[in-house]
């Protein structure tokens, strides 16, 4: 089983859509990262988060410590947000530090 | 502020033979990791380096190796070339590396091995 989960692994959706992609680990953290990967390859951090809930404009972060367990929303999806989304736990600092990857949602946003 | 640059964009190598690829942080960026991805996986953590020292290393064999400049540019040469390297190579930089700091990821390199 891997350390940290994604699901779905695939989402198709509907332009103006509510859009969940879930994450959950099974190990302690420090902070959980959620970044966007577009077609062309680059990666852009969208959240980095330890506790509670973070906005960035129609993107919300959430995340549930005691459950180990984190969500990354999307309100009034649009096409241009058509990418992989990628969580990756980022573990106690310690000397062996990297961070632990998700697989990565890929997300399909229809006109 | 410039971005995270990575250079080549593409390559097409051959088997057997060896590739350099390179990396430039943010400035002021300290730390540099490499990943690797392949269609349908996840990344995969190749190394990081912090202040022209390998800081961590990923479960990769040792044909991929990857050094730390001092002015924060890194590159990481892969020998042997072998089918499987067939990846995106991505590098990230951050302020220190660790906890609670962003990282800014280049556009990758698309390495093709024939």
């Known amino acids: 089983k891997n350390e940290v989960e994604q699901s779905p692994q695939n989402l198709t959706a509907q332009e103006g859509e509510f859009i969940t992609i879930n994450c959950s680990y099974s190990?302690?953290?420090?902070?959980l990262h959620w970044l966007q990967q577009h077609p062309g390859g680059g990666i852009v951090s969208l959240f980095m988060?330890?506790?509670?809930?973070k906005k960035h404009g129609r993107l919300i972060a959430t995340i549930n410590i005691q459950e180990k367990h984190s969500s990354l929303h999307i309100t009034a999806s649009h096409p241009r947000d058509s990418a992989v989304y990628i969580c990756?736990?980022?573990?106690?600092?310690?000397?062996?530090?990297?961070?632990?990857w998700g697989a990565g949602t890929k997300l399909i946003i229809k006109p | 502020k410039a971005g995270v640059t990575q250079t080549p964009r593409y390559l097409i190598k051959t088997r057997g033979q060896q590739v350099t690829l390179s990396c430039s942080p943010i400035?002021?960026?300290?730390?540099v990791s490499w990943y690797q991805q392949t269609p349908g996986q996840g990344l995969q953590f190749l190394f990081e380096?912090?202040?022209?020292?390998?800081?961590n290393k990923g479960n990769f064999p040792g044909r991929f190796s990857g050094r730390q400049f001092s002015n924060s540019r890194s590159e990481m040469n892969v020998s042997t070339l072998e089918l499987g390297d067939s990846a995106l190579y991505l590098c990230?930089?951050?302020?220190?590396?660790?906890?609670?700091?962003?990282?800014?990821f280049g556009n990758g390199t698309r390495l093709t091995v024939t």
């Open positions: 190990v302690g953290i420090s902070a």
């Open positions: 988060l330890s506790s509670g809930k």
């Open positions: 400035s002021g960026h300290r730390s």
């Open positions: 990230a930089s951050s302020l220190e590396g660790g906890v609670r700091s962003p990282l800014h």
């Open positions: 380096y912090f202040s022209e020292t390998q800081r």
């Open positions: 990756a736990a980022e573990p106690p600092m310690d000397s062996n530090y990297q961070l632990i």
